[in-house]
């Protein structure tokens, strides 16, 4: 299960809180991207990223931000914004040109909002 | 952008029994289609994956078919096993910059 991690395991938060997620690799992969998982709605991109210092809005970006200072690492932070954060989130990465090849998932983080 | 509808949403057989599972894509400029099993509360993971210039690929009780032209990918899984007991998910890629994913489809598994 190594190459790819996430914390923390379980989040909780506040309303008009922001958190971070981290995500960390170590499989030297150019891509990285973040899921959100909801029941009955598969994997929905918020962010991706295919080179450092650059990434792009997925599909539901609205509500949270990414920084990509490091190749190893893509941290997800989500915003008091986003007004229904619980979910579980979902880092991958995979080699550059990541439609084009397997994604490898970490382990997810489940945010829950109190 | 690309649109992947993955159906059923819930299949539930008898072990030993086969599974089908099919996905349908709309850009016709996708090329790669990946399969990923995710056990509950785990991440998902590759189990088979099939390129364009490929019609059927085989990993033993796994096969996934490829029909170009109706723009739709099956995942076969014969003589199922209560540890198959999973949510699959289909994807395709190649046509947008990043792979659009299914829904998901449950399968349980009954001893």
């Known amino acids: 299960d190594g190459g790819i991690t996430q914390s923390p395991k379980y989040l909780f938060r506040k309303e008009g809180q922001n958190v971070t997620l981290s995500c960390e690799q170590n499989?030297?992969?150019?891509?990285m991207y973040w899921y959100r998982q909801d029941p009955g709605q598969g994997l929905r991109l918020i962010y991706y990223?295919?080179?450092?210092?650059?990434?792009q809005k997925g599909d539901i970006a609205e509500g949270y931000s990414v920084s990509r200072e490091k190749k190893e690492s893509f941290p997800l932070t989500v915003t008091s914004a986003q007004k229904n954060p619980t979910a579980f989130y979902l880092c991958?990465?995979?080699?550059?040109?990541?439609?084009?090849?397997?994604?490898?998932f970490g382990p997810g983080t489940r945010l829950t909002v109190l | 952008g690309e649109n992947v509808e993955q159906h059923p949403s819930t299949l539930s057989v008898q072990e030993g029994d086969s599974a089908v599972i099919k996905c349908t894509y709309s850009?016709?400029?996708?090329?790669?289609f990946p399969w990923y099993k995710q056990e509950l509360g785990k991440r998902p993971q590759l189990i088979i994956d099939?390129?364009?210039?490929?019609g059927e690929k085989k990993d033993q009780r796994i096969a996934v078919t490829l029909n170009k032209t109706a723009k739709h990918f099956s995942l076969h899984i014969t003589e199922t096993q209560p540890e198959d007991s999973a949510v699959y998910f289909c994807?395709?890629?190649?046509?947008?910059?990043?792979?659009?994913f299914g829904r998901g489809t449950s399968l349980i598994v009954h001893p």
């Open positions: 991958a990465s995979g080699l550059a040109g990541g439609f084009y090849n397997e994604q490898f």
């Open positions: 499989l030297n992969h150019d891509a």
């Open positions: 990223s295919q080179i450092v210092n650059d990434f």
């Open positions: 850009d016709s400029a996708s090329n790669y």
């Open positions: 099939i390129r364009s210039n490929v």
């Open positions: 994807a395709a890629g190649g046509g947008s910059y990043i792979p659009t």
